[in-house]
């Protein structure tokens, strides 16, 4: 029997070897367990998970009542059969769920497996319920990795590799009033984030919100919210869209509403929704969307987190550390509820002070289109004093880079 050490080796060299890699520098950590905020590592060593999975494991890892769900589900049946044919009770349970959530024109949910399929069908859809072609997105923001969630994405260092993307696309600066004029009669849909994630955690002002959504109604086109990272309690409510007292035609769902398991939809009124099923028929499917399994976690996930009312907690718990992470190395903690993002004074300053929490046990992380801005998302079950914990550490290490500094 080889040791625990030599193990852990010839699994990282696999790792090298056959799976593939999304950067030069992965975190490489092996994870043996995880539990509530926690990931445990074959080193022995516990980690604080701070950014839950990058906003997924929103109930901490492996609830007890997914893990039940999900146990009883896989006793039932797995996949049956494509999407959208067959009586399938998890999702009709999940679905009934979700959309007595939501209000009246949201009621009608259409699952896929991921973030940026459910992007990808929220445009699909609007261009065919409008008949129109344009496609309004706003800079920094992030919908996701697939070529039609891509085209809307707004960062050209992500898309100029894999140009040509959609035809018919503009980008307008985010939270900005005097640009939405932009939107007009051949705009199909308008998609953004509520609040913008990978995009360095922007906050938008509620007048832009409304604004927004008056000129959508004005020149008929369809206002898609990407709520896949905002979604489900992360920013005080159930979906930021109810913090800003608008809602849209189109939300797209991912990430924590799976409870760990994956898991995507976009929701709309049974009128656009309509509009994927004739000329032709089956126009838009897909096998795996809405997998029994997944549904089942998420109707645990989406119960617990209402009768444990995390999106309450959500705003305790971003409360609390904003309170306690005031620090002259900190520029600014941005966000809402328990979606924040701290951002420091420098990228080498940033770069050592997560690198260092990490090696004292606590996962901080980044956000795709910012180098100073720390990514901060516990699990809004997270215990006091492991919240506290983690900011001690993150305070202790922002504290030692300012002697380090002092000292040099
Ligand atoms: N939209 C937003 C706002 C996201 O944050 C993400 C993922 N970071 C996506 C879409 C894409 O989701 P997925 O990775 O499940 O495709």
Redesign the pocket.
């Known amino acids: 029997m080889p040791d625990v050490s030599a193990r852990s080796a010839t699994l990282r060299d696999q790792f090298a070897r056959h799976v593939a890699w999304t950067s030069d520098t992965p975190l490489g950590l092996t994870v043996e367990r995880a539990e509530g905020p926690f990931l445990y590592l074959d080193d022995g060593r516990r980690i604080i998970d701070f950014i839950s999975g990058?906003?997924v494991s929103s109930l901490g890892h492996r609830h007890p009542r997914v893990v039940e769900a999900i146990k009883q589900q896989v006793d039932r049946h797995l996949h049956v059969m494509v999407y959208g044919e067959f009586i399938q009770r998890p999702q009709v349970a999940f679905a009934s769920l979700l959309a007595a959530q939501l209000p009246p024109p949201l009621q009608v949910v259409y699952f896929t497996m991921?973030?940026?399929?459910?992007?990808e069908g929220a445009l699909k859809l609007a261009k065919k319920y409008t008949g129109r072609t344009r496609l309004i997105g706003f800079e920094r923001?992030?919908?996701?990795?697939?070529h039609g969630?891509l085209s809307v994405t707004g960062r050209a260092v992500y898309q100029d590799p894999f140009r040509p993307l959609l035809p018919d696309v503009t980008f307008l600066p985010f939270d900005d009033l005097a640009a939405l004029s932009a939107i007009d009669e051949e705009t199909a849909c308008v998609i953004t984030?509520p609040i913008?994630?990978?995009g360095g955690i922007r906050v938008p002002s509620e007048r832009w919100m409304r604004a927004l959504r008056q000129r959508c109604t004005e020149v008929g086109a369809l206002l898609i919210f990407?709520?896949?990272?905002?979604g489900f309690g992360r920013t005080g409510r159930l979906f930021a869209f109810e913090t800003f007292g608008v809602v849209p035609d189109v939300l797209?769902l991912?990430?924590a509403m799976g409870g760990g398991m994956?898991l995507?939809a976009f929701v709309s009124s049974p009128e656009i929704m309509a509009t994927l099923r004739t000329d032709p028929p089956l126009s838009h499917v897909t096998t795996f969307g809405g997998h029994p399994v997944s549904c089942a976690a998420a109707h645990a996930a989406l119960s617990v987190l209402l009768e444990e009312r995390l999106p309450a907690r959500a705003a305790e718990i971003g409360q609390r550390i904003r309170r306690t992470l005031r620090h002259p190395l900190i520029r600014e903690v941005r966000g809402r509820g328990a979606m924040l993002g701290m951002e420091l004074v420098r990228r080498d300053v940033t770069e050592r002070v997560v690198g260092r929490c990490l090696e004292r046990g606590v996962l901080l992380g980044w956000t795709?289109h910012s180098d100073t801005l720390v990514r901060l998302a516990p699990p809004l079950s997270i215990p006091l004093d492991v919240l506290d914990e983690a900011l001690s550490i993150i305070l202790d290490e922002l504290n030692r880079e300012e002697r380090e500094q002092d000292e040099g």
């Not at 991921?114 to 992007?119: I, Y």
């Open positions: 990058i906003a991921s973030g940026t399929e459910a992007n923001s992030y919908h996701g990795d697939t969630s984030e913008q994630g990978e990407d709520e896949i990272q905002t797209t991912a990430k994956p995507g795709l």
